[in-house]
């Protein structure tokens, strides 16, 4: 199995940045792709981002392209979401996932479908 550990939520003010981290243990040659959800309470989660561990190609949501960026630490087996620029609509609790597919394919898989999701971490922007 694959065990996810995500880290680095927290208060912050609008227009601040916070770097969200997702350590990834077990088996992790099981997983390709790698994504961040976002889910706000009543909500379906959304896709944020996706990285290919393979290619590395990375892939953004339209909500938040340009602001928030993904990059992975292979060696760590650790994916990173740096998100600048915060806006209060941004407050949510954020996964992460892992899976077999490419980044690509985790663009348009519901979260609840993917192979291994982490606990969550809160994020909250005050305005």
């Known amino acids: 199995q694959v065990q996810l550990a995500e880290s680095g939520g927290g208060l912050v003010q609008a227009g601040g940045s916070l770097r969200l981290s997702c350590a990834v243990s077990g088996r992790t040659f099981l997983v390709n792709g790698m994504a961040w959800f976002r889910q706000t309470p009543g909500n379906e989660a959304e896709f944020v981002a996706a990285i290919s561990r393979s290619s590395g190609k990375t892939y953004n949501g339209d909500s938040v392209k340009v602001r928030f960026t993904i990059f992975a630490d292979n060696a760590k087996n650790t994916v990173y979401l740096q998100m600048n620029n915060l806006k209060p609509e941004d407050t949510a609790i954020y996964y992460c996932?892992?899976?077999?597919?490419?980044?690509?394919?985790?663009?348009?898989?519901?979260?609840?479908?993917?192979?291994?999701r982490g606990q969550g971490t809160q994020v909250t922007v005050s305005s």
């Open positions: 996932a892992a899976d077999r597919r490419s980044g690509l394919r985790l663009m348009t898989t519901a979260f609840a479908d993917l192979d291994y």
